[in-house]
């Protein structure tokens, strides 16, 4: 049990919810206890038994009129389902509230089909199914109209890290440009934003399967502390190419997750807000820090782009970066706005 709990994790227990309507001595007894122990955390308890108890409120005002966006079939005796499934209109007050109510990652319980991160921004949705997705800035993940009760797929475009609640009925799909994500329950991390060179499955714990698109059978099984990665090919055939040859098809290959000196996880640093570079070149970087911190980068030599570095961010701005990178070779660079126009030290 966690030493103290937010109001987004107390709304959805049904233990807490047990304990605000006095319905379950058990769980009464627990949350007395609990306020006890923790007399600092009586705020956050109060405000959400009140969040609780108005939920419920605007639920039985709206009886049967509830809109359901992502609904589950078959488990309305659970509460926790009706918060889920609630309508937008009686609940959009409370949800503003909660969603918005601090500068924090906001935690959101899905209630439409679609959702999308700006740059700099990051989002983390609780599913219907209670799997949880963090979702990485600029990216758009889609739920397919028929998740919680047809299936369980989505589609991705950008970045996610997936914690997938088990359901052997249903397994877990992520769509995205050229393959198949296919899981039971797991932890993963998926790349695959538009125009990028290259797209990653990391596989966290579990194991997931990749399915090239238009393939029956598995490409590849992943098991733990491994990466699938495809090279997509970016050059669009020109106008008069034969209409019987076919593009290349994309190049594939599996290996092991990346950890920097302080044997932390590359791939999935970014969830827990560190900026991780680990011998990359200038140009390979250049889209982290944009969508990052949602800015424009220009290089105005082509020396710039081939520097590599090996850093480590977490709470520095755009400006303390550049000028730590700088250390390590010494370029030029000007900040206008959102613009940064970076040079060779020796340019004339």
Not at 5 to 33: A, G, M
Not at 102 to 131: G, H, M, N, V, W
Not at 269 to 294: G, H, P, Y
Request: hydrophobic residues 40%.
């Amino acid at each position: 049990m966690p030493d103290r709990y937010e109001i987004e994790q107390l709304v959805i227990n049904d233990s807490f919810i047990n304990y605000c309507f006095n319905r379950n001595p058990p769980d009464t007894t627990h949350w007395k206890n609990y306020l006890a122990e923790h007399p600092e955390e009586a705020a956050t308890i109060t405000e959400a038994r009140e969040l609780v108890l108005g939920i419920s409120l605007m639920l039985l005002e709206t009886k049967e009129e509830e809109t359901v966006v992502v609904p589950l079939h078959g488990r309305r005796k659970n509460l926790q389902t009706l918060f889920v499934a609630a309508s937008i209109a009686a609940v959009i007050a409370v949800t503003t509230f909660l969603f918005f109510r601090s500068e924090q990652p906001k935690t959101l319980i899905a209630q439409s089909y679609a959702f999308t991160t700006a740059l700099a921004e990051k989002r983390t949705i609780k599913l219907p199914d209670s799997s949880t997705v963090i979702l990485n800035a600029g990216s758009e993940l889609l739920l397919d109209k028929g998740f919680g009760h047809k299936n369980r797929t989505v589609s991705l475009k950008g970045e996610a890290l997936f914690e997938v609640q088990p359901d052997a009925q249903k397994p877990f799909t992520v769509g995205v440009e050229g393959y198949d994500v296919k899981v039971l329950g797991t932890v993963f991390n998926v790349k695959a934003y538009p125009g990028d060179k290259k797209s990653e499955t990391s596989l966290i714990s579990g194991k997931v399967e990749i399915y090239l698109k238009h393939t029956a059978s598995a490409y590849k099984t992943l098991s733990p502390k491994e990466k699938f990665v495809i090279v997509k090919d970016l050059e669009a055939l020109p106008a008069s190419t034969p209409a019987d040859l076919k593009p290349r098809a994309p190049a594939a290959t599996v290996m092991p997750l990346s950890y920097n000196r302080n044997q932390v996880n590359v791939e999935t640093a970014w969830s827990t807000n560190r900026l991780v570079f680990e011998n990359e070149t200038f140009s390979d970087i250049r889209q982290k820090l944009e969508r990052w911190f949602n800015v424009q980068i220009i290089f105005e030599d082509k020396i710039v782009e081939q520097y590599t570095f090996t850093a480590t961010f977490e709470k520095e701005d755009i400006n303390q970066v550049m000028k730590a990178l700088q250390a390590s070779y010494g370029f030029k660079y000007n900040i206008k706005g959102k613009e940064i126009k970076i040079s060779h030290q020796n340019r004339r």
